[in-house]
């Protein structure tokens, strides 16, 4: 089973900044099938970003991703209000699916 | 636009069997591009993958969880359900259905996901 490891657990920034957040995987993933999903409190995960980088549909472009491999990572480039909720990374190319533990976003 | 809804008990007691329904509207759980999958979340935990299961009846579960886990499908129905057995409180979540493709050979994601149920296991 590849094991997704998510950091930080809780990031502390304000509207309008900059979120990096990170995911690592135990081994390298198959054709980049990294996903990243938000969750708001009693919602369904939203998809962002799929194949490491492509964004979903109806998703801003302040949402990007990259990397490869073993290390990726989502980037928000300025934070809106609603924002600050739970984010999830998930591997989709190796059964089982995994997903990572989540990444708390809240506001400073 | 694609719905997906769960629904099924909301209180199952242990040792018993969890058994959840999805039902999809706005498309048909026939398309040949969309594979149908559950995920769990226990309350304030994170997420778990299931099983997924393909129109002609292909099934694939979680290692994890395949001793006690049964994924069917109706296609007449446009339904596909879970049924899990021997269940603790340790299966307490919330319940999710979702669908993933496979289109020219590539596989994407949970894109469209159902609001979720919450099953509690108790006496």
């Known amino acids: 089973e590849i094991v997704l490891t998510q950091s930080p657990g809780t990031l502390s920034l304000s509207p309008g900044e900059r979120a990096t957040l990170s995911c690592r995987a135990s081994?390298?993933?198959?054709?980049?099938?990294l996903a990243w999903y938000h969750q708001k409190p009693g919602q369904a995960p939203r998809l962002l970003i799929y194949g490491a980088s492509s964004r979903a549909t109806g998703i801003p472009d302040r949402f990007s991703g990259s990397g490869s491999g073993t290390d990726f990572t989502l980037t928000i480039s300025r934070l809106e209000p609603e924002d600050f909720v739970v984010y999830y990374c998930?591997?989709?190319?190796?059964?089982?699916?995994?997903f990572g533990q989540g990444t708390r976003l809240e506001i400073k | 636009q694609l719905q997906l809804q769960e629904s099924g008990p909301g209180l199952v007691k242990p040792s018993e069997t969890l058994s959840l329904t999805c039902t999809v509207s706005?498309?048909?759980?026939?398309?040949?591009?969309?594979?149908w999958g559950w995920i769990r979340q226990p309350p304030g935990k994170g997420l778990e993958w299931i099983g997924t299961i393909y129109y002609s009846g292909s099934t694939y579960y979680n290692p994890s969880l395949k001793s006690r886990v049964i994924i069917s499908v109706d296609t007449s129905k446009n339904q596909f359900s879970l049924k899990l057995s021997s269940v603790t409180a340790a299966d307490t979540a919330v319940y999710h259905c979702?669908?993933?493709?496979?289109?020219?050979?590539?596989?994407?994601?949970?894109?469209?996901w159902g609001q979720g149920t919450l099953v509690t296991v108790s006496s």
């Open positions: 979702a669908r993933r493709g496979l289109i020219s050979a590539i596989w994407y994601p949970f894109d469209y």
């Open positions: 706005g498309g048909s759980i026939s398309n040949n591009n969309y594979y």
């Open positions: 081994q390298s993933l198959s054709s980049s099938y």
């Open positions: 998930q591997q989709y190319g190796t059964s089982p699916i995994t």
